[in-house]
Structure formats: C-alpha cells, structure tokens
C-alpha cells in the first residue's frame, strides 16, 4: 500500500486547510486511515482516524471540535478538514493506513502544516 498526501502549506492563525491522502496497491486489506503529525522536537501525535468501511471516526483531544476527516466513496482517499487552525497546529502530518490483514501499518512521507500567528 502507497500513501500519497497533499494540501499541507503557511497559512494564518484562525484559517483552514483540507489535506488529502490517496491510497494505491492493496488498498483493499485496509482497515482504516487516519493522520498522525509531529511537531519540531516532539513525538509523534495522533490526530484523526476513519474506517475504511464502517465510516467511524475518532479525533485526537488536541485537535477535536476543530478538525473533520472523512473520505471518498471507494475509500481510497481520506481528507482532513483543519478549521480554526492555531500555530501549535504547525506539524508535519503524515498519513497512516492500517492493515489487520497483515498485521502492519503504512506510513506516506508527510506534507508540512505550517501556521503563522
């Protein structure tokens, strides 16, 4: 499975951003897709997720009430919808994919949130 993410850029304090996540290969065997990000100097932080199927979502507490993901109709592209951005929103978010058929995760290489007080 190949993740592809997108819509990450510099964008004000109070804004919004939509990022995009396109899986390709054996999207099929995926459970569920969500967004993780990382802040300079801090670990990594789980922000959302979506099944693939069922359409059941969860949200990190930093970020609830502010963010929506939700995904296409095949499944295969999952969006995160950031409102009321702040400057603690300033990460590198990666997309996550998650496999029960193998037992594994799937990471894509991050797009760059940056927000500017």
């Known amino acids: 499975v190949q993740l592809q993410a997108s819509g990450g850029g510099l964008v004000q304090a109070g804004g919004s951003l939509r990022l995009s996540c396109t899986a390709s290969?054996?999207?099929?065997?995926?459970?569920?897709m969500g967004w993780f990000r990382q802040a300079p100097g801090k670990g990594r932080e789980f922000v959302a997720a979506?099944?693939?199927?069922?359409?059941?979502?969860i949200y990190g507490d930093s970020v609830q009430g502010r963010v929506t993901i939700s995904r296409d109709n095949a499944g295969n592209t999952v969006y995160l919808q950031m409102n009321g951005l702040k400057p603690e929103d300033t990460a590198v978010y990666y997309c996550?994919?998650?496999?029960?058929?193998?037992?594994?995760?799937?990471w894509g290489r991050g797009t760059q949130v940056t927000v500017s007080s």
């Open positions: 996550n994919a998650w496999a029960a058929l193998y037992g594994r995760d799937y």
């Open positions: 979506l099944s693939r199927t069922g359409g059941s979502t």
């Open positions: 290969g054996r999207t099929s065997s995926t459970n569920v």
